[in-house]
C-alpha cells in the first residue's frame, strides 16, 4: 500500500487548520513537514513551533525532513513533538551511521535523504540503520519544481540494494510528482510519494482522487 504525504508547505498557511483537517478527513495518514534552515537550503520554511501546533489539532504521523546542516542539534526536539519519520540529509550530516542510530534509539524511525546529485553509494553502509530513504526529485529547497527524471534510476538502485540486503527499509520519493508521473515512480519502487503542488494547489479532494485512481489503475 503505497501511502501519500502531502507537503505542508504547499498549505494555506493563513488557514492551516484548516487544510490540515480538511486533509485528515480525506484519509492522509502522514504529512510531510520540510524543515529548511536557509543555509543548507537556500530558502527558510517553518520550524518545529509549526509542528507543535499540529499535533495538537491532528493525530496524523509526521514525516520532518530536515534540510538543514548538523541536523543532531534537533533530534530530542522533534522526540518530544512526537514524529513518526526524522529525516536528515546524508549530505548535512558529519556522522550519519550515528545520527541514524540515534533516531532510532530515540524512538523515532529514521530517515536519511539523497540530494538529485548524491549517489545511492552514499547510503550503502548505513542502510541498516535506515527505517526509509529519501530519494529527492528536485532539487530541495522550493516547492513546485519539475520532476527530475533521472532519479527513477537511482529509486530502482535502492529498491534493489534493500531488497538484496532482506531489509524492510520504505523509499520515499518527493519533488515534481503529480498524475502525470505517479505511476513511474511507484514502479521504480516508491513507498511513500510526497506532493505538494500537485495536491494542494486547486481542490485537494479532487487532487487526492485523481492520485489515488492512479494508484488503484483506474
Ligand atoms: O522538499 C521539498 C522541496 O524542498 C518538497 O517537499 C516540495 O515541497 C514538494 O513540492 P512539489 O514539488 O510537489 O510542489
Known amino acids: 500500500m503505497v501511502r501519500i504525504a502531502p507537503s505542508i508547505l504547499s498549505a494555506d498557511f493563513l488557514n492551516l487548520e484548516k487544510d490540515i483537517k480538511m486533509m485528515e478527513s480525506a484519509g492522509i ?3 510531510h513537514m520540510d ?15 509549526i509542528l507543535e501546533h499540529i ?21 530530542d526536539i ?28 530515540l524512538g523515532m524511525k529514521s530517515g536519511v535523504a539523497l540530494n538529485p546529485a548524491t549517489s545511492e553509494e552514499a547510503i550503502k553502509y548505513v542502510l ?3 527505517d526509509m530513504v529519501l530519494v529527492m526529485s528536485v532539487n530541495p529547497g522550493f516547492g513546485g519544481q519539475k520532476f527530475i527524471a533521472s532519479q527513477l534510476k537511482k529509486i530502482e ?46 481542490d485537494f479532494n479532487k487532487n487526492y482522487q485523481a492520485f489515488k485512481d492512479v494508484l488503484n489503475g483506474k
Open 35 to 49: 524543515i529548511m534552515d536557509g543555509m543548507f537550503v537556500p530558502n527558510i520554511s517553518y520550524g518545529p513551533m
Open 157 to 202: 538502485k535502492i529498491k534493489s540494494m534493500i531488497v538484496n540486503a532482506g531489509l524492510d527499509t520504505k523509499i520515499e520519493v518527493d519533488g515534481g510528482i503529480g498524475v502525470n508521473n505517479l505511476k513511474d515512480v511507484v514502479d521504480a519502487g516508491a513507498d511513500i510519494v510526497v506532493s505538494g503542488s500537485s495536491l494542494l494547489k486547486g
Open 29 to 31: 495518514d502522514l504529512f
Open 78 to 105: 522533534y522526540q518530544k513533538i512526537g514524529v513518526e519519520y526524522l529525516t536528515i540529509h546524508s549530505e548535512a550530516s558529519t556522522h550519519l551511521e550515528r545520527d541514524l542510530s540515534q533516531i532510532r534509539n
Open 55 to 75: 499535533k495538537k489539532i491532528s493525530n496524523v504521523g509526521m514525516d520532518a525532513h530536515l534540510m538543514i546542516m548538523e541536523p543532531n542539534r534537533y533530534f
Open 128 to 130: 541498516e540503520v535506515a
